[in-house]
């Protein structure tokens, strides 16, 4: 489990960079038995109107080359 944790915070340090650019950011929050990742988005991603289009084509699909296993990744914020 720590190995699969690991993995999705090198993922997420991959993409926070440009987050981090539109004044957002994202953190781990935990993952479920499920292979469900949540994560919080923080900042300007928070309340951002295209903030699905974020979480999809940015950190699901990061966090998804990185762990193939996990099947989905959902903000417990939004």
């Known amino acids: 489990m720590q190995d699969r944790i690991s993995k999705i915070e090198k993922a997420l340090e991959q993409v926070r960079p440009f987050l981090k ?3 957002g950011d ?13 994560i919080q988005l923080h900042g300007a991603c928070k309340g951002c109107s295209i903030s699905h289009i974020t979480m999809k084509a940015g950190i699901e699909e990061a966090i998804r080359n990185a762990v193939p296993e996990i099947k989905t990744v959902e903000a417990i914020n939004l």
């Open 21 to 23: 650019a539109d004044g």
């Open 26 to 38: 994202v953190s781990f929050v935990d993952i479920t038995d499920d292979n469900t990742v949540r």
